[in-house]
């Protein structure tokens, strides 16, 4: 039979064959499989059920190696990247290839998926990182998966021993250093959380909510965001006349927006990273902080109208001018230390010299008094002889 007429002749020569390659050189089914569907996924905007677990953790893994491309992939090549994870493709094959005869190989227990999830985490721990930031972006990426919360005790732990191996290989002893890398992540995070949303946070009965300056809420859970329809099962709202109105089973909460800065919050964040950013880098250097602490965090409470309880919203904080030392350089330094010895000179000289002269003044007020004795006697004893 031929080829239909209007059709491609996608017939490939020996030689381009050979050029190409074949992909099953170059990654097994558990990597390319799932590759396949996720690159269909973004080119027909579909969803497939097949391989989702699989997707699941290509996906994981290309938030922590940085691949955000097909590029490799549609030269039918494994992407260099993915070498730093390359045990976690291979124990994926083996759970593929425990059910290769049954529609189970398109995926796998949620067990299994959390176990290669929290192992390709593990390779973290043996990158030598050049910098706290290339440190704390890395940590804020483990973040990136809500699956990551299934296991949550377990990634801290290992965020952890990261941070300190860190520390250590910097030989940095200091408690404060690792404290204050802790809180950057914690912030850096929460930045990738809002996504630079201009908004405003509302805790209402436990729950975390943001909302957006164009009137949409936000559910904030297991470090993500989720848009709230207007009419929800647990909550809803509306804007009167400026006002947000959250009606929820505990009652009504009235949030004025027109007298709310909603960069404030993006704002306060970004100014927290920065102060930590310059803490961290004078603790890096062996230099002790001497400051009072600040609490970062202003909030003021959204009273419900009918029942009393309160949400907090942050607000903008107001950063007070500081006093800085001069840097002086050494040169400059030891300059001004030579101008202050010749001046110490200089008045230890002026002090001797004045002294010399208050002596030498004694000596001739002496001499006068004594002078003048003498003169006293040899008019009397020219008297008595007269």
Do not use: W
Request: glycine letters at 4%; hydrophobic letters at 35%.
């Amino acid at each position: 039979m031929g080829r239909p007429i209007g059709t491609k002749n996608t017939m490939r020569t020996p030689e381009e064959k050979e050029k190409l390659g074949s992909v099953e050189q170059t990654m097994t089914p558990a990597v390319y499989e799932p590759l396949t569907e996720m690159l269909a996924c973004d080119v027909l905007g579909i969803q497939p059920d097949s391989y989702k677990s699989f997707r699941e953790l290509i996906e994981y893994v290309n938030v922590l190696v940085g691949v955000d491309n097909y590029d490799f992939f549609i030269q039918r090549q494994l992407d260099p990247k993915y070498e730093a994870v390359s045990f976690v493709f291979e124990d994926a094959q083996n759970i593929m290839d425990k059910h290769k005869f049954s529609r189970a190989s398109r995926d796998m227990e949620e067990s299994e998926l959390d176990d290669l999830i929290f192992s390709a985490t593990t390779h973290l721990l043996f990158k030598d990182y050049e910098s706290v930031e290339e440190l704390t972006d890395d940590m804020v990426k483990i973040y990136s998966l809500s699956r990551v919360y299934s296991n949550l005790d377990g990634f801290e732990k290992l965020q952890d021993g990261i941070v300190d191996l860190y520390l250590s290989e910097h030989q940095i002893t200091n408690t404060d250093a690792k404290s204050k890398i802790m809180q950057l992540i914690r912030v850096k995070n929460e930045r990738r959380v809002i996504n630079g949303m201009n908004c405003i946070p509302l805790n209402i009965n436990g729950d975390s909510y943001l909302f957006d300056e164009d009137g949409n809420l936000y559910l904030k859970r297991l470090n993500t965001t989720f848009k709230y329809e207007k009419q929800g099962m647990l909550i809803s709202y509306q804007i009167v006349d400026g006002v947000l109105r959250l009606y929820t089973e505990t009652g009504t909460y009235n949030c004025d927006l027109k007298n709310i800065d909603f960069k404030a919050l993006d704002n306060n964040l970004a100014s927290q990273q920065e102060m930590l950013e310059r803490e961290i880098n004078t603790l890096m250097r062996g230099v002790s902080m001497n400051r009072p602490y600040i609490n970062p965090n202003t909030v003021s409470n959204v009273v419900a109208r009918d029942t009393g309880a309160k949400a907090e919203v942050m607000e903008p904080i107001q950063a007070t001018p500081k006093l800085r030392r001069p840097h002086i350089k050494q040169e400059t330094m030891s300059m001004l230390q030579e101008k202050i010895k010749s001046f110490e000179l200089d008045t230890k000289k002026k002090q001797l010299l004045a002294q010399k002269d208050m002596v030498q003044q004694m000596m001739a007020n002496q001499q006068a008094v004594a002078s003048i004795g003498i003169e006293d006697e040899e008019e009397q004893d020219m008297g008595m002889s007269m």
